[in-house]
């Protein structure tokens, strides 16, 4: 019995594993890789030799992640693409590069011989078609354009008709969960006493029907990340408050996979650290606090794991909207001040160094745009050192005539700044209402002037 069982065990390992036998005609040496997709880049999965007989053989006993794959042939300028279920890893492929679409044969690998039938299908009909939908637009006359619709049409539902066969025929295959996952939900006509937004709510409420954000196979497409791009980028408001309620929604759907979840949260999270919209940062605090704080980041190292949340420690006491941290620091004569003492309608709070080439630039910028505009709104300017020596701060000051500026400093460094303010590059900009609450931050000069005219538009309220 203990016998059987070792063997049972075995075989369950070897099973796991993956071989991949390549034989390539026109090859007689140079190396073989193999990537997957992860949205839109790709990963060095393995590689191997191609012998004197033109033979590759890729294996391991630990099995790949399903998924799409890229084969490179030597020299890395051509490949084609075939598809790795998580159980059908054990088959071999005759390669011939002077036509990989339609001479290249797969051996007892069902999921590629569909996919090899669609990419034949996309070249006969598809691509053929496109050239003639092509030609009749680029004549931009009004008569070709309607010619080219019927043609569009045709092609769609041919597109269409191929893909629903594939996923009536093999429901459970990789090729069948990355078609749903193309469908677009189809909005029908709007219901009498319904408004013109019904087709968008109808679209985003269905959008994530037919993608099975459980199967974790399609992370290693491009189909998770482009899907998630046009939802939040098109679908959901660009605000941080409504993102969040999305994202946080979207996640739960990936829950069952630990894929799926892995790649969605590491995705919104790394989408909202680093948007180039102002106050998106917000959505990645609340991400690392809900999903990093409280150790569901699995697949990231302590290190790693600190290094995130130390990050997003350093973003949450300065995310707009909220009050501004205090600053009780120095002024040049070394006399006490306080940023909540400052009365002004708004607060232009700058971060600087006299050694920073980019603030030599900005700095007078700021000062020019004070002086011809944003005094007259009621601004004041507080400039706070945070780098150089007290007289190349001093001598910036005179040489530029910063005169109608506070000048501030933290001569015994008890005001943890770079912390409360985020402050690790120079120069850093924010702008405060009157109460002192974060309107906006990281701006140039035209951007912060823009934003003040537009402040002073709306009675000098933001909403969020």
């Known amino acids: 019995m203990i016998l059987l069982v070792c063997i049972l065990c075995h075989w369950q390992l070897q099973a796991q594993g993956y071989q991949l036998t390549f034989q390539l005609k026109q090859y007689k040496g140079g190396q073989l890789a193999l990537a997957h997709y992860m949205g839109k880049s790709f990963y060095m999965a393995d590689s191997a030799q191609i012998n004197e007989q ?69 070249q006969k009909e598809v691509s053929t078609q496109d050239k003639q939908i092509n030609a009749l637009l680029a004549k931009h006359t009004a008569a070709d354009s309607a ?74 497409t ?17 605000d941080p408050d409504s993102i969040i309620v999305e994202a946080d929604k979207v996640v739960d759907k990936t829950r069952k996979d630990k894929e799926m979840f892995k790649f969605v949260v590491w995705w919104l999270t790394y989408t909202y650290e680093t948007s180039k919209y102002m106050g ?3 959505v990645f605090v609340h991400m690392v606090e809900k999903y990093y704080v409280s150790g569901e980041a699995y697949w990231l190292k302590d290190d790693q794991l600190n290094k995130i949340i130390s990050r997003a420690y350093s973003m949450a006491p300065n995310l707009i909207g909220q009050q501004a941290p205090p600053l009780e620091v120095k002024d040049t004569a070394l006399q ?41 709104k009621g601004v004041a300017m507080i400039g706070f050192k945070t780098e150089g020596t ?5 001598g910036f000051i005179k040489e530029h005539h910063l005169t109608g500026w506070i000048h501030a400093w933290d001569p015994d460094a008890q005001s943890n700044y770079r912390r409360l303010y985020d402050v690790y590059s120079t120069p ?31 009675g000098g309220t933001v909403h969020k």
């Open 54 to 122: 033109g033979i590759a053989i890729m294996k391991n006993k630990e099995a790949l992640p399903g998924g799409i794959y890229i084969v490179l042939l030597p020299g890395r300028q051509r490949y084609f693409e075939m598809l790795l279920d998580n159980k059908d890893q054990q088959f071999s492929i005759s390669v011939d590069t002077s036509d990989l679409i339609n001479k290249t044969v797969f051996k007892t690998s069902r999921e590629n011989e569909i996919f090899q039938s669609y990419n034949k299908f996309l």
């Open 147 to 220: 010619a080219a619709r019927p043609l569009q049409v045709a092609l769609g539902k041919r597109l269409q008709d191929f893909r629903n066969g594939v996923i009536g025929k093999y429901p459970q295959s990789l090729l069948t969960s990355i078609f749903r996952a193309m469908k677009e939900p189809e909005v029908p006509a709007t219901p009498a006493g319904e408004d013109s937004t019904f087709g968008y709510r109808y679209y985003k409420t269905h959008y994530w029907d037919s993608v099975n954000l459980n199967d974790g196979r399609l992370v290693r």
């Open 222 to 238: 491009d189909i998770i990340e482009r899907k998630l791009n046009r939802y939040f980028t098109q679908l959901v408001a660009m």
């Open 280 to 282: 998106m940062d917000a």
């Open 336 to 376: 006490a001040i306080s940023l909540y003492t400052t009365k002004a309608k708004y607060t232009v709070l700058v971060f600087w160094d006299p050694t920073c080439g980019h603030c030599k630039i900005e700095l007078p910028r700021l000062d020019s745009a004070y002086n011809a505009n944003w005094k007259n």
């Open 390 to 394: 007290k007289d190349e701060w001093q």
């Open 428 to 458: 850093v900009v924010y702008l405060l209402d009157e109460k002192k609450k974060i309107l906006a931050k990281r701006l140039g000069v035209e951007q912060l002037n823009d934003f003040l005219e537009k402040l002073e538009s709306k």
